[in-house]
């Protein structure tokens, strides 16, 4: 293998690696006009509270 072709993969292998972080980067990133999946608009967590008025099971 010659220099400059072990030079244009490795730059190659580099742009590669720089575009998949940034994927992971925007996958795992959430965005501050979103609002958190896990939570409800008034901060309560979406398990295990009961929604006001709803019956408790008893």
Sequence with gaps: ????NAAKRLGF???GAL???????A???LPE????PVR???GRGRQG?????AP???
């Design 33 to 36: 006009d979103r609002p958190d």
């Design 13 to 15: 292998a580099a742009v």
């Design 40 to 42: 409800e608009a008034d």
């Design 56 to 58: 408790n099971g008893r």
């Design 1 to 4: 293998m010659s220099a400059a």
């Design 19 to 25: 575009l998949a972080g940034g994927l992971l980067l």
């Design 49 to 53: 509270t009961p929604a006001p008025g």
């Design 27 to 29: 996958a795992c990133t």
